[in-house]
């Protein structure tokens, strides 16, 4: 059936240095992909998607691109600030009712 | 006000009680689903609703139960609490499939002692 894979966590960074998060998904069809994110004490916030081969999804500084060709929607940022400490889920949802979520990374931002 | 509320926000039973948390949402979706949250293992569906006479089990609805009261309104029971549902709990909204994505509440903390 359809799933998504990410990265496991924790993941510990210094203000300022390059995150990236990886997701892959298996999917009968041509699913749209998503990034959400938890900020602490909160529910789940939509970051970026991305609803077709190549796109590129961006928001707050953070990108993925649909890879189709290796089934993969990374998040990446280029210098992350300590208020990017959440818990990040990849997704994926298409034709069927609902979205398959991965297990989350927790990413914790350092000053 | 926000488009998907959950009250409570946190809430602490005593095992075999029975205890309801609430959703009610202003985005005009007629999909509403219901998860819960653990650390390691990401989202788990219990219930979703399509509209007000259709209710379908998710992949863990055994120990719980819905009501969708209207197109606006989906409540989640616990008839009797245990304490591995102590978890987060998230109500989440759609337009339609699971190309639009969801909107989600703020959650509810529940813990069963």
């Known amino acids: 059936g359809d799933s998504v894979t990410q990265m496991e966590g924790p993941v510990t960074l210094s203000e300022e240095a390059f995150l990236t998060i990886n997701c892959t998904y298996t999917?009968?069809?041509?699913?749209?992909l998503f990034w959400y994110v938890q900020y602490p004490g909160e529910g789940l916030q939509l970051l970026l998607k991305?609803?077709?081969?190549?796109d590129k999804g961006s928001n707050k500084g953070f990108e993925a691109t649909y890879r189709k060709e290796t089934t993969s929607f990374h998040l990446e940022k280029g210098s992350v600030q300590v208020s990017d400490s959440a818990v990040y889920f990849c997704?994926?949802?298409?034709?069927?009712?609902?979205?398959?979520f991965g297990a989350g990374t927790t990413v914790t931002v350092r000053a | 006000d926000a488009d998907v509320t959950q009250t409570p926000r946190n809430r602490i039973t005593k095992t075999g009680k029975r205890i309801m948390l609430e959703c009610s949402q202003t985005?005009?979706?007629?999909?509403m689903y219901w998860y819960r949250q653990d650390p390691g293992l990401g989202l788990r569906l219990i219930y979703y609703?399509?509209?007000?006479?259709?209710?379908n089990k998710g992949e863990i609805s055994d120990g719980y139960s819905v009501s969708r009261q209207a197109q606006a309104k989906f409540s989640l029971s616990l008839e009797s609490a245990i304490p591995n549902q102590t978890a987060l709990y998230f109500c989440?909204?759609?337009?339609?499939?699971?190309?639009?994505?969801?909107?989600f509440g703020s959650g509810t903390r529940l813990t069963v002692v």
């Open positions: 997704a994926q949802g298409g034709n069927d009712y609902k979205l398959s």
């Open positions: 999917a009968t069809g041509y699913p749209s």
């Open positions: 991305a609803t077709k081969a190549d």
């Open positions: 989440a909204t759609s337009e339609g499939q699971g190309h639009y994505g969801y909107t």
């Open positions: 609703s399509f509209d007000v006479k259709d209710i």
């Open positions: 985005k005009g979706h007629d999909r």
